[in-house]
């Protein structure tokens, strides 16, 4: 962040700037307003959303903070933003939205830049995305994984400007994603150009190498910013009393599941395995119990499976 803090702080009147929530506060406190922030986390981490004073002057009004919709709960309550929520698999598409959910590659860059192509943005520019290891550390000083990252099993890779980088097997299988994204969106209609302007790091197959302050150059101010605040509560939306209806459906088979495996534990299992066949959702909802390896172990995962959808039932009893 410190090679392109400043180009970031310019990019405001010529797009759009989409951060993890983990980057927020290190963005915040170079001068750098991101226009839309990503949590994906299910562990709480909503202390990276709670801005003092100083952080939220530099925000402002109009920030949203897109939320994956099974993210953990705390971070539906953080203050000052508009709230916009996406689904990361086809099950909660299938039962909390309209069938369609966010391709990604399992964490909050691959997740913003799949956001941006969605909304049809163009150029695609990757910052501070470095895939590898860098100055000894996993991620930018002030966000989580900052302690010292040494790790005996690195792997090398090349690296931007024809260096070479350290990575992990996490971070590699992340620029595989990005290799395949560049791959898919190539063979569109006129597809977006993809850059990656990350001072450092590693190189990401299918992105054009540039630094941020020479792509920033050559871009043409907006004529009009997209009002995201307005635009998203004008999205076509699910009717909340279907949805709970839906859940309450749900809920309803895993405690029959519940119950008969505590009667028929064999016949139960076979059910469960048909009911994931049906419903993406219960398929995620059903995951321990479909490698349950005995009686005692598939009741268990059954009940922890149920208490899942009674919490959730009242959740949306008492919020609609």
Known sequence: LDENAEELRGVGGKGLVIASSSALKPLLAKGVRPDIVLALESSDTSEYLMLNDEERAVLGEGAVLALASSSHPAHFGAPGFHKAIFHLTTGEAQTFGQGHFLP????????????????????LVLVAQDQAYGQGRLHAQGTPGEVDATDPEAITVAGVGGTVASTNTGLLASLGWYAAAAQTIAAQASPPALFNASAGGAQVPGFTEIPLATLVATLAPVGSRLDL??????????????????VEQLAGVVNTLRRLAVMDYKKAYAEIKSVGDVSAFLAQILAEAQVATGREELVAALNKADNLMTVMRVNLSERH
């Open 104 to 123: 990604q590659g399992g964490n909050s860059g691959t997740a913003a830049f799949a956001l941006a192509y969605v909304l049809g943005l163009g150029p």
């Open 229 to 246: 605040a307005a635009v998203l509560p004008k999205l076509p939306r699910g009717s909340r009393e279907e949805m709970r209806k839906d």
